[in-house]
């Protein structure tokens, strides 16, 4: 077995400055990530447990980074002190201009912790989904990917990029206390930030797959007895998913 | 919440199970119901018939996820299930009428329970938003059942005056009651393209405790639409077969 602790201490620390001369050299507006007010008019936190919200196309007002639309979508941390100052950086136009309904996006969290140990890669990726946290709102995930949708009640009462970056901050506290620090970029409809950031989302995905590569734990979702599977062409694949299942104490 | 009701059309080959399926979303989406068509056989018939193009059927959204399971060994189970929710939505057609899942080839081999379930859960929370489920099935209901949903509450058997449909009407009902997770409200018989259902063949069925819903008609419309490659969603409401089928759903309380 090779070290996982070792594995785990990968730093984003240089990804993370790359990005930070980029968003400077760059027209940003910045804010100050923070406003808890904000997330609690919007009705931000837990509901609708136990069903997914689906926010379907005909319900929408705002797509970002659907699959026919470009999307990158980055998480990092790092524990190199004093990078991090909870600023929120946004471009583009924001929800209520943009000209068509649906963008490209694209969403970078970076995250400062004291012990790098205590940032769990997939755990990290997973809770920048806000669906069934944000009434009218709807994430879905892929490696590197962010689809987002809002639904037209949610726009008519009001909501924005800087909206979305509070929530998105706090939901991160939220879930990790540990954390000291965070920044979010969020940027609208931009293709030359796509061809800029993409190289960079994909060596974060290298980072993110050592990090996480030996620190797998699974939660029970599926199960399986109702098949005869010895005649199966993909029992070994399926054996192996199997076997992770059990090993998890899932199955 | 909604609360929603699954139909599937199963019968033999040829009986009229697409062209059922695609006027009994006509008749709901009239009614302003919300309807999710799920096209279950590999053939695609449904999907053709109502002009869907473009969509990502749920087979190769299958494959990604089990090829990303594959990928990542290191994949939490958590990770691949967020996988499902964005392949799931992507395979979802989505237009101002009607919402559509496309099964297309599902590989029946590499059956992959896990994903399998995986899958049949996502779908189930996406149809929770819909007044309507309408499955079009191949003549089984195992499929359905292993990977498109745990439980129709209207099956309708589709057959002709033929002991061969008669017969697999019986078998496929057999099916419905052995099988433990399916649980109907009720299931009943339609004859299609008849102009009365034979009686003997009728009585067949209702023997084995199968209630017959009633008969519909062959339909000069239904064979005008086929022959100009329309869509039966456009076809004249008040055309014989529409008529029929409305009454019948009604009656049952289906629709
Ligand atoms: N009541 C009817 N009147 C006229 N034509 C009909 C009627 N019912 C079905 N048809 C026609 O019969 C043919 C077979 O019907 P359909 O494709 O719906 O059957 P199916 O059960 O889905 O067949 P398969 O098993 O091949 O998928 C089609 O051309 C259809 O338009
Ligand atoms: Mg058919």
């Known amino acids: 077995m090779p070290d996982t602790a070792d594995l785990q201490q990968k730093d984003y620390y240089e990804l993370i400055r790359v990005v930070h001369e980029i968003a400077e050299e760059n027209k940003f507006t910045v804010y100050h990530l923070g406003d808890t007010k904000i997330c609690s008019d919007l009705g931000f936190g837990s509901f609708n447990k136990g069903n997914t919200c689906i926010v379907l196309e005909e319900d929408t007002a705002v797509e970002l980074g659907s699959p026919q639309k470009e999307s990158v979508s980055i998480t990092m941390w790092t524990s190199h002190r004093g990078i991090l100052s909870n600023r929120l950086w946004t471009c583009g136009s924001d929800f209520d201009r943009l000209i068509d309904k649906s963008v490209s996006y694209i969403q970078i969290i970076m995250l400062g912790f004291e012990d790098g140990s205590r940032a769990v890669e997939s755990d990290i990726g997973r809770i920048k989904n806000l669906t069934n946290k944000l009434p009218g709102f709807m994430t879905r995930n892929m490696p590197g990917k962010t689809w987002i949708r809002i639904d037209k009640k949610r726009m008519q009462e009001g909501f924005s990029l800087y909206a979305l970056g509070q929530c998105l901050h706090k939901a991160y506290l939220d ?13 609208t409809d931009n293709d030359e930030f796509i061809k800029t950031l993409k190289p960079i989302s994909e060596i974060a995905k290298i980072i993110s797959g050592d990090n996480t590569k030996f620190k797998w734990v699974s939660d029970g979702v599926v199960t399986c007895d109702e098949l005869n599977c010895d005649s199966c062409d993909e029992k070994a694949t399926c054996d192996s998913i199997r076997e992770m299942l059990k090993k998890r104490k899932i199955i | 919440m909604v609360e929603t009701k699954i139909i599937a059309y199963i019968g033999k080959g040829g009986t009229g199970k697409t062209i059922l399926s695609a006027l009994t979303g006509k008749i709901a989406i009239e009614k302003q119901k919300k309807v999710l068509f799920i096209d279950a056989d590999p053939a695609m018939g449904l999907a053709t018939a109502l002009g ?16 990303s399971a594959k990928k990542g060994i290191s994949q939490k189970n958590d990770d691949i299930r967020e996988i499902t929710d964005y392949v799931l939505l992507e395979s979802l057609y989505e237009s101002a009428e009607f919402c559509m899942f496309v099964m297309g080839h599902t590989n029946t081999i590499g059956c992959y329970c896990p994903v399998n379930s995986l899958l049949r859960n996502t779908i189930k929370s996406v149809a929770g938003r819909f007044d309507l489920v309408i ?16 439980s129709v509450h209207y099956p309708i058997l589709v057959t002709d005056n033929s002991l061969r449909g008669a017969k697999t009407t019986v078998l496929a009902n057999e099916t419905i009651n052995s099988s433990p997770s399916m649980k109907p409200l009720k299931t009943g018989v339609i004859f299609n393209r008849v102009e009365k259902s034979n009686e003997d063949l009728q009585k067949y069925i209702e023997d084995k405790g199968i209630p017959c819903y009633g008969s519909i008609p062959a339909d000069l419309n239904i064979s005008m639409i086929d022959a100009d490659g329309l869509s039966p969603l456009n076809i004249d409401k008040t055309t014989v077969a529409v008529e029929k089928l409305r009454t019948i759903l009604e009656m049952n309380d289906i629709l």
């Open chain 2, 52 to 67: 869907v193009e473009g969509y990502k059927t749920i087979g190769t959204a299958r494959e990604e996820i089990i090829k």
């Open chain 2, 135 to 150: 499955i079009d099935a191949e003549a089984g209901i195992e499929q359905i059942n292993r990977q498109v949903v745990e």
């Open chain 1, 175 to 187: 879930a990790i206390p540990d954390i000291k620090s965070m920044e979010i970029i969020l940027i």
